[in-house]
């Protein structure tokens, strides 16, 4: 292993894109992702994590600056960008911008069969990526036919069966409702056990709290801040001035602590269910 492919495995130096009509998508943002972890991008609308999005796989370009894979600055020929889509995965917020194929299996299987792959080989990734997704029984359906959560669930097949190893999801949990939340975060959990990188872009503080190891700040095109998810207790003041919410399990955390309904000292929470044991073990009280 090269000390390039040790922690970061997408970094963007300075890069800066405005679009074709003037505006402003980002302006000398500088940020960098590790391999295996998840990252939460939290920004304002229009802060840039589209298009921020869209530079990691080349869909757009940055005018200055550059975006590295491996310490590799990316290569925008057409074979480099094929590779770089192979390994760098972008499921889009609109599953209809993403899913063009009749059938729920052709559309899984155009990526890898693009990639020329054999038939047998693209047969196992769309079996497989189906089924981490909770779609096996869809395979056969049309398009059209399913409801929005089942076709964002197709999108992430049809990007999981090129085996990426970066994912990058654009708010996924928008328009989904909160057992399908529930489901695409398990969903997303298997697939960090087993090693790979994800990146989301959210407006859940919440949620990126409870999920991810790391978070990113977008603000006005640039990267403004990067925590671990940890830290966020710590930086509520911050949160506040960029206006992306305040993890609420923390807030009670921090009322309870002061009314001495949690110990001093302990861990502060990432989830309900862990506060939830906290005031169990001060109390006495089962939840
Ligand atoms: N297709 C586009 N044409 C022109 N400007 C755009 C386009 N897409 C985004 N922008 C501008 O780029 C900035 C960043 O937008 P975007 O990346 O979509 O932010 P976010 O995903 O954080 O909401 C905004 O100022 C937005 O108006
Ligand atoms: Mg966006």
């Known amino acids: 292993m ?25 302006e000398q943002c500088s940020i960098s992702f590790e391999r295996g972890m998840r990252t939460a991008l939290l920004g304002l609308n229009g802060a840039g994590k ?6 990691c796989n080349g869909v757009l370009r940055p005018q200055s600056g550059e975006v590295l894979l491996d310490g590799v600055p990316l290569n925008y020929s057409r074979l480099g960008l094929r590779t770089l889509r192979s390994r760098i995965g972008l499921v889009f917020q609109n599953p209809d911008s993403q899913l063009f194929s009749a059938s729920v299996r052709e559309d899984v299987s155009f990526g890898p069969l693009n990639l020329g792959l054999p038939i047998t080989v693209v047969r196992d990734r769309v079996e497989q990526s189906l089924a981490a997704v909770g779609m096996s029984d869809f395979a056969d359906r049309p398009v059209h036919a399913l409801s929005y959560g089942q076709k964002k669930r197709v999108c992430i097949a049809g990007v999981l069966a090129m085996a990426p190893e970066v994912l990058i999801l654009d708010e996924p949990m928008a328009g989904l409702d909160a057992a399908m939340q529930t489901e695409l975060a398990a969903v997303l959990d298997e697939l960090h056990d087993k090693g790979m990188t994800i990146i989301i872009a959210t407006h859940d503080i919440d949620f990126a709290y409870q999920w991810a190891d790391r978070i990113n700040v977008l603000e006005a095109g640039r990267c403004a801040a ?15 001035r960029f206006g992306i919410g305040v993890p609420k399990v923390a807030e009670l955390h921090r009322h309870l602590l002061d009314a001495g309904l949690v110990t001093a000292g302990s861990p502060i929470p990432r989830s309900h269910h862990q506060l939830l044991q906290q005031v169990s073990l001060l109390s006495g009280f089962r939840f």
Do not use: C, H
């Open 50 to 55: 589209t298009t921020l999005f869209l530079q």
């Open 2 to 26: 090269t000390t390039s492919q040790s922690r970061v495995i997408l970094e963007m130096r300075d890069i800066s894109f405005r679009y074709p009509n003037g505006g402003r998508g980002l």
């Open 226 to 240: 990067t925590w671990d998810a940890i830290e966020l207790p710590q930086v509520i003041d911050n949160l506040k």
